[in-house]
């Protein structure tokens, strides 16, 4: 048996999850016409108390519509230098919206209202014009760190001060939230638009929603369109994303718990220095005297796979398909390394 920490996004669907994609009534979504996709859609709008939502076929691309909508050519994004939008979009910052970006440090990925109100560009006219802040949550590069609202409101005060829209890539938002049991509604008030994956810790096989205003989001199906995302009979990857709302965002916790328990598992080891706080379901190791391809390889013999994630460092990501037993497997693998 493979263990696969690669990521969350190996999952296959439930057997329950499989069952509703194959019932699902479904329509040409182009034309507006898929119900399904239009009930997902209703409904993770509803569950953020945002007035719209739209269905894509990647959280790339809803983070990408986002830009798109809250910049123009010759602005400014300010983020953190380890944002996905970033280090993992493929230069779209750039290539789909020509704007430029402003990177930040701070501790586990995380950013301030400060440094946020300290780096927006003067009036000037050698400076790009800053218009948008996006924030990641949880933070994939800070080791699955979780953003609290107490830590956003003063960063939306700032934005709401500055005239700037606030774009929140979510993609494991889940995951923070079932941790710090702070509400979807909650979150929805503080972002103009909320990116969320349906492809990661909830176990779909394809999608994300992008959450806005009625206007953002009718913009969004123009630009999604002219990105290629327009699908057609979606309504069977819609149904999944209805499916694991309603049945897979609770046993995330369950993830949490074993990345808790193998982060310590790894740090047992001779080889291994540090682990990032692990804080939902990532853990990453900092090595010590080997090198992640020579980790990589010894786990490979043993058959488990994870990623190089820096110079020194390996991450392992606990998803649905990962279970107590192979938690406990991993243990027994690891323990003559
Ligand atoms: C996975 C991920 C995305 C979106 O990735 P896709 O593979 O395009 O769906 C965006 N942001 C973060 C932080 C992610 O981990």
Redo the contacts with the bound molecule.
């Keep these: 048996m493979i263990i696969d920490l690669r990521?969350d996004?190996v999952t296959k669907p439930s057997p329950g999850m499989k069952e509703a994609m194959f019932a699902a009534p479904v329509g040409d979504d182009v034309f507006g016409e898929d119900p399904t996709v239009l009930a997902l859609e209703e409904k993770a709008a509803q569950l953020f108390g945002k007035e719209s939502a739209v269905f894509c076929?990647?959280?790339?691309?809803?983070?990408q519509i986002a830009i798109r909508l809250h910049t123009r050519i010759q602005t400014e994004v300010i983020c953190h230098k380890y944002?996905?939008?970033y280090l993992?979009?493929g230069g779209g910052i750039m290539a789909n919206s020509l704007a430029s970006v402003k990177l930040l440090e701070g501790d586990l990925g995380k950013i301030t209202a400060s440094q946020v109100a300290a780096s927006i560009n003067p009036d000037d006219i050698h400076a790009p014009e800053t218009t948008m802040v996006s924030l990641?949550n949880?933070?994939?590069k800070g080791g699955g760190s979780i953003y609290t609202l107490d830590e956003v409101v003063p960063i939306k005060k700032v934005c709401e001060e500055f005239g700037l829209k606030l774009h929140l890539?979510g993609?494991?938002l889940f995951n923070a939230l079932v941790e710090s049991g702070e509400s979807p509604k909650d979150w929805g008030a503080q972002f103009d638009t909320i990116?969320i994956?349906l492809?990661?810790g909830l176990g779909c096989p394809v999608g994300?929603l992008l959450l806005g205003s009625k206007a953002d989001i009718k913009r969004a199906r123009k630009v999604r369109k002219v990105m290629g995302g327009g699908m057609r009979q979606a309504g069977f990857l819609a149904a999944a994303g209805i499916y694991a709302l309603d049945h897979q965002v609770d046993r995330l916790k369950e993830d949490h718990a074993r990345a808790r328990a193998l982060g310590e598992m790894l740090l047992k080891k001779s080889f291994v220095s540090e682990v990032l706080p692990v804080a939902t379901n990532i853990a990453i190791a900092k090595l010590d005297g080997i090198t992640p391809e020579f980790f990589l390889e010894k786990l490979k013999e043993k058959n488990i796979k994870a990623v190089k994630f820096g110079p020194d460092l390996v991450r392992f990501v606990t998803h649905h398909d990962f279970d107590d037993e192979q938690l406990e497997e991993f243990g027994n693998r690891i323990s003559d390394l």
Excluded: L, Q, V, W
């Excluded at 076929?57 to 983070?63: A, E, K």
């Design positions: 990521s996004t076929p990647s959280g790339t691309m809803t983070n944002s996905h939008i993992y979009e990641e949880t933070m994939n890539d993609a494991r990116s994956c492809s990661k994300s």
